[in-house]
């Protein structure tokens, strides 16, 4: 084993096994075997050292996969490929990946896939309120008065306030909603607490990333462009100053 070679919870990262911190949970829990013997937290590795998750060899994979997915609905954010309506089983893509975040089964839309843990983890990390933007149609006519609520901040069953948020009326029915943060059905949950029914939610932009013209069903590869500019957001996002601190 390495002395000088590299974390092992950020090996297993890079390896699109898991987040850094989930990678933790599963060298604490005993998953995770290097050289024949249980790995221990703080561990190093290099590539001489055989690294098994499961039972399975892993090893960082040749450069960072960002894709780029409309899913449709029906599908489910889980890594079991057991699980026909799976996302990961529907594109079936030759390296592992998997999602950063999720979409409910009944909504559509952008969704990003990675092989990258750490990519997968800045992302998601609620404190820097990354922009996410969703168009919903609703079951009857939309009123200032929703509009004004919705951005203002809903006060949840189990007692939480959504944070504030931009709440455009498009059309009758149609909303275009930009959240700063992903509490599970949050946007359903926010519009039940008016008595309105999400007829129709689709994700149009994960922070830089636009859905665009992408057909239900297909995926792409992010452009080079995305990519930096997705790195230079989150880079950003990190070294400014947050709320209390």
Known sequence: MADDGTRLNKYLAEAGVASRRAADRLIADGQVIVNGRPAVLGDRVGPEDIVEVDGKAVRPSNGTVILAFNKPRGLVCTANTADEDSIISFINYPRRIFTVGRLDKDSEGLILL???????????????????????????????????????GVLLEEGTVTRRCHVKAEGPRILRIVL????????????????????????????????????????????????????????ASELAPKDGE
């Open 114 to 152: 990675t092989n990258n843990g750490d990519l997968a983890n800045r992302i998601m990390r609620s404190r820097y309120g990354h922009e996410k933007e969703y168009v919903v149609t609703v079951d009857k006519d939309v009123t200032p008065e929703l509009v004004k609520g919705l951005a203002a």
């Open 180 to 235: 700063r943060q992903g509490l599970n059905r949050q946007i359903r949950r926010m519009l039940e607490h008016y008595g309105y029914t999400v007829k129709q939610l689709v994700r149009v932009r994960v922070m830089n990333i636009e859905l665009g013209d992408l057909k239900s069903g297909r995926y792409r590869d992010i452009s080079r462009r995305e990519r930096d500019e997705l790195i230079a957001q989150l880079d």
